[in-house]
């Protein structure tokens, strides 16, 4: 065992045993104060008046930052593993709801925008960068998955084919109904709202409204009386 591996197996322990001696630990009893205290040895930074409910899952916090007043609810799952280089970032203000999970998988950054909300049992997955901008609202059970699966040759199986990764860029403002899934390589452009149940496969303009499968563009919020685009 090299050094590098040494004290990568140093670091999960360090992080092992202070999640297990308080990440469970009930808000009753004062838990999230004292994890916040703890957690400060085994996260990359963590800010002031941070909420972390008991029940919460951390992988790899040493690639984890956590900004001021962001609130963390049980049954989150934050994975910053695949990679020394790994970074998720969570500004001042995030909100992160039940079941949340949130994962790099290799060599990518994840980071959410100051005062964003991040509903129940959303998913956001690497490896390819994704950028969430400020104030944004994505709803529950929604999916953002920066990667996409090669399928060319019919002859090998699709697992072994590798994968695409190009990243994904949610501007400020947006709001992203129940259920909305965005692929890998798409950017929604600024002040943007994409209807429950969307797929979003290619870019959205800003100020847009955006609905169906595939997404489409069907308003726009620059006009007062929202006038239909397909006119």
């Known amino acids: 065992m090299n050094r ?5 197996k140093l670091q999960r322990f360090q992080e092992l045993l202070v999640i297990s001696l308080l990440g469970g ?6 838990g999230p104060k004292l994890r916040n205290i703890v957690y400060s040895i085994i996260f990359a930074r963590i800010g002031k008046a941070v909420y972390i409910q008991e029940g919460v899952e951390f992988l790899n916090a040493f690639c984890i930052e956590v900004g001021n007043g962001v609130f963390i609810f049980k049954g989150a799952r934050i994975d910053g593993q695949g990679h020394q280089n790994n970074r998720i ?3 001042d203000g995030v909100v992160i709801e039940r ?3 949130i994962g ?6 994840i980071e959410i925008g100051q005062e964003t909300f991040i509903g129940p049992g ?10 969430i901008g400020k104030r944004c609202l994505i709803a529950a059970n929604s999916g953002i998955y920066a990667n996409n699966h090669n399928f060319a040759d019919p002859m090998e199986p699709i697992k072994y084919q590798g994968i695409t990764c190009k990243g994904i860029v949610i501007e400020d403002d947006c709001w992203l109904g129940h259920g909305v899934v965005v692929l890998d390589g798409v950017t929604i452009g600024q002040g943007s709202v994409i209807g429950a149940g969307a797929v979003v496969t290619k870019d959205i303009p800003p100020f847009s409204v955006a609905i169906g499968v595939p997404a489409k563009v069907v308003k726009s919020r620059t006009d007062k009386q ?3 685009l397909k006119e």
């Open 122 to 131: 959303v998913c956001i997955a690497g490896p390819g960068d994704i950028k």
């Open 226 to 228: 929202l006038v239909n």
């Open 99 to 101: 079941n949340v999970s």
């Open 4 to 8: 590098e591996q040494f004290l990568s």
């Open 89 to 91: 970032y969570l500004n």
């Open 104 to 109: 790099c998988l290799e060599d990518s950054y």
């Open 25 to 30: 630990l009930p808000t009753i009893l004062l």
